[in-house]
């Protein structure tokens, strides 16, 4: 088959898999499901609560995987060095909470083990070259939970309350101070955030409020270091990134540096990832983990969808199946795809049509 003929999804892998292998990441193939009891036990390390379980013959709960990095980190248990695998695997996951289960495809990447800030920085630079290869522009935004681990410890807790960080991932700064004063959080701090969240200009000046603000918090200024160094080395490679503080996870999960990925045909962001050490740590897997996912056929990607196929055959009434048959394989060996059909359909886009 010609390269051209390939679909998206499938030329993109081509190229992602010869940038992973060219910096010695092996390929990593693992089963359609798992043990259920994988992800019961570790349910705050997954996006989603909610998934399939099925019993096989021997009485064993199963569970479609709604998740890659688990089986990867269970399978690097040994704790021995560093392990670097790329994957390209579905996951079975609702659309959103209490939604219909999907199969979402996944190009993604991951380090377990002795990760160091070189591991880290080739992953963030892997991470942008993996958005360059997706096509047009893009740009990949980066934060850190011990921001607002910080900011919550300062505020004597573990960590802000659910209505204070959704305020921030949704950047809703007006209602900030209504809400913190809900959860009982004083007023300064609110002012702070929303200083924080709204700040615009470059990265170093982002880092350096961020110094002013909460000079109090050792997290706080460990985030600031950690990404003022990452945006630098990143854009000196040619990245396009930007911090951005509203970029906020779960801290169950991740513990560390966090990124997405947005793409300009694309609706959301098609690539999303972050350190998780803690996660690393509770399988004895080593001291660090750190990776990320790309899917770019997920749902809620395709409302900025440029195409279904090249070509839509029209077809007259009576026109005979061999001739249909005929010009659909000459377009097709020309290097397009094409769809026959005698009535334009109406959920489908196409490049250009043709009569027959």
């Known amino acids: 088959m010609k390269p051209e003929q390939l679909s998206f999804e499938e030329r993109l892998y081509l190229s992602l898999k010869s940038l992973y292998e060219n910096f010695g990441y092996s390929p990593f193939k693992m089963r359609r499901f798992e043990e259920y009891s994988l992800y019961a036990d570790n349910l705050n390390f997954l996006r989603s609560r909610d998934v399939i379980t099925f019993g096989d013959r021997n009485g064993r709960l199963l ?34 909470p209490g939604g219909q289960f999907r199969e979402v495809n996944q190009i993604g990447l991951e380090c377990v083990g002795d990760v160091d800030d070189y591991v880290q920085l080739e992953v963030l630079y892997l991470a942008a070259q993996s958005m360059a290869a997706v096509g047009g522009k893009y740009v990949m935004d980066i934060s850190h939970t011990a921001v607002f681990g910080g900011i919550a410890a300062l505020c004597g807790r573990e960590r802000l309350p659910e209505d204070v960080e959704n305020c921030i991932s949704a950047r809703n700064l007006h ?125 809620e990607n395709s409302a900025r969808r440029e195409h279904d196929f090249d070509v839509l055959l029209l077809c007259k009434e009576g026109t005979p199946a061999e001739s249909i048959l005929n010009r659909a394989r000459a377009i097709t060996e020309g290097g397009e795809s094409v769809y026959p059909a005698k009535a334009v359909p109406a959920d489908l886009k196409f490049r250009r049509v043709e009569r027959l």
């Open 175 to 299: 209602d900030m101070y209504g809400v913190c004063a809900e959860c009982g959080i004083e007023r300064a701090i609110a002012e702070k955030l929303v200083a924080l969240l709204s700040c615009g200009g470059s990265d170093k000046q982002k880092v350096d409020l961020l110094r002013s603000l909460f000079s109090g918090s050792a997290d706080c200024m460990r985030a600031a270091d950690e990404l003022e160094a990452a945006s630098e080395s990143l854009r000196r490679q040619g990245a396009c990134v930007e911090i951005d503080f509203s970029l906020s996870d779960d801290p169950e999960y991740y513990n560390g540096v966090v990124f997405r990925g947005y793409g300009e045909n694309f609706a959301h962001a098609i690539l999303t990832g972050g350190r998780y050490d803690n996660l690393v740590k509770k399988f004895g897997a080593g001291n660090g983990g750190i990776g990320f996912a790309i899917c770019p056929d997920a749902p």
């Open 63 to 96: 569970a479609l995987k709604p998740d890659v990095t688990l089986s990867i980190v269970k399978n690097c248990s040994d704790g021995k060095g560093l392990k670097k695998v790329y994957y390209r695997e579905s996951v079975y996951r609702p659309d959103r």
